[in-house]
T-cell receptor, first 115, second 113 residues
Framework: NAGVMQNPRHLVRRRGQEARLRCSPM?????VYWYRQLPEEGLKFMVY????????ESGMPKERFSAEFPKEGPSILRIQQVVRGDSAAYFC?????????????FGDGTRLSIL | DQQVKQNSPSLSVQEGRISILNCDYT??????FLWYKKYPAEGPTFLIS?????DKNEDGRFTVFLNKSAKHLSLHIVPSQPGDSAVYFC????????????FGTGTRLTIIP
């Protein structure tokens, strides 16, 4: 499967715990975007990363959320001290480059449920 | 501030007929527009896109029209097939070098056999 891979597909956490969501981009893609979808809403941009660099984190909540895309390995979206309002579907997308109007390709998401 | 709007939450179309999904935007800096299709429990799947230098792009049964003066785009699917039943999202990007997408809220299309 050469598509964008996200894991886990479902994640259940209790309030106050940490959630780690992983994303492996398509082969040859070096640009990763994270989006969040709340029930009955569209996807909302969170953060845009290239290898080892955060390019745009304007959509990230100021506290508890962080993202990284290391030189080796998947991109990680980390949510510390989760609260009920963090329950959502988190989607990762990748593209091969920027500035050339190339479509982003999405993974199947991680559905995060907070008890 | 909803910069991309899909005002029809749902649409039902007879199989074989044309489906027309609409999208309006407010940010005049948007220069690249995309349509994605989404099934439940899956990620959005890219369908078709259009650059602001064009007013039409066609790919098989799918055609996207862009009216920049009206800040409006539409997706035409003809003929509609049962497998087209899904939620369709319109998305737009503005910045060269940072194609973060702004999404509409989606339109649920149901194709009636």
């Amino acid at each position: 499967n050469a598509g964008v891979m996200q894991n886990p597909r479902h994640l259940v956490r209790r309030r106050g715990q940490e959630a780690r969501l992983r994303c492996s981009p398509m082969k040859g893609h070096s640009h990763v975007y994270w989006y969040r979808q709340l029930p009955e809403e569209g996807l909302k941009f969170m953060v845009y990363l290239q290898k080892e660099n955060i390019i745009d984190e304007s959509g990230m909540p100021k506290e508890r959320f962080s993202a990284e895309f290391p030189k080796e390995g998947p991109s990680i979206l980390r949510i510390q001290q989760v609260v009920r309002g963090d329950s959502a579907a988190y989607f990762c997308a990748s593209s091969p480059s920027a500035g050339l109007n190339q479509p982003q390709h999405f993974g199947d998401g991680t559905r995060l449920s907070i008890l | 501030d909803q910069q991309v709007k899909q005002n029809s939450p749902s649409l039902s179309v007879q199989e074989g007929r044309i489906s027309i999904l609409n999208c309006d935007y407010t940010n005049s800096m948007f220069d690249y527009f995309l349509w994605y299709k989404k099934y439940p429990a899956e990620g959005p799947t890219f369908l078709i896109s259009i650059s602001s230098i064009k007013d039409k792009n066609e790919d098989g049964r799918f055609t996207v029209f862009l009216n920049k003066s009206a800040k409006h785009l539409s997706l035409h699917i003809v003929p509609s097939q049962p497998g087209d039943s899904a939620v369709y999202f319109c998305a737009a990007s503005a910045d060269f070098g940072n194609e973060k997408l702004t999404f509409g809220t989606g339109t649920r299309l149901t194709i009636i056999p």
